[in-house]
Nanobody, 115 residues
Framework: QVQLVESGGGLVQAGGSLRLSCAASGISISINTMGWYRQAPGKQRELVAQITSAGSTYYADSVKGRFTISRDNAKTTVYLRMNDLKPEDTSVYYC?????????WGRGTQVTVSA
């Protein structure tokens, strides 16, 4: 059974930092594409950052230079380091995986950035 469990969200002031974690089970994160998405109230879910099995990364323009995605294969955990947070980064952040077993979502973790 595939499970993704996010943690690390919270309330932070603008300019602050957070590190989100996504603990995966039932899959090998080294061969799957792992991604972080976010969804703010009334908006569509959007891709924030992604890392492929080859280690290639993708970032949305809005977070380039501020967010970093990484993974620890031994811990089967994917991270999203978020620096210089802005109020517009406030969203529920979801972990996603895509591989041979299909696509799966975590339940999300709330990030709130105050001005």
């Amino acid at each position: 059974q595939v499970q993704l469990v996010e943690s690390g969200g919270g309330l932070v002031q603008a300019g602050g930092s957070l590190r989100l974690s996504c603990a995966a089970s039932g899959i090998s994160i080294s061969i799957n594409t792992m991604g972080w998405y976010r969804q703010a109230p009334g908006k569509q879910r959007e891709l924030v950052a992604q890392i492929t099995s080859a280690g290639s990364t993708y970032y949305a323009d809005s977070v380039k230079g501020r967010f970093t995605i990484s993974r620890d294969n031994a811990k089967t955990t994917v991270y999203l380091r978020m620096n210089d947070l802005k109020p517009e980064d406030t969203s529920v952040y979801y972990c996603h995986t895509l591989g041979l077993l299909g696509g799966y979502w975590g339940r999300g973790t709330q990030v709130t950035v105050s001005a």
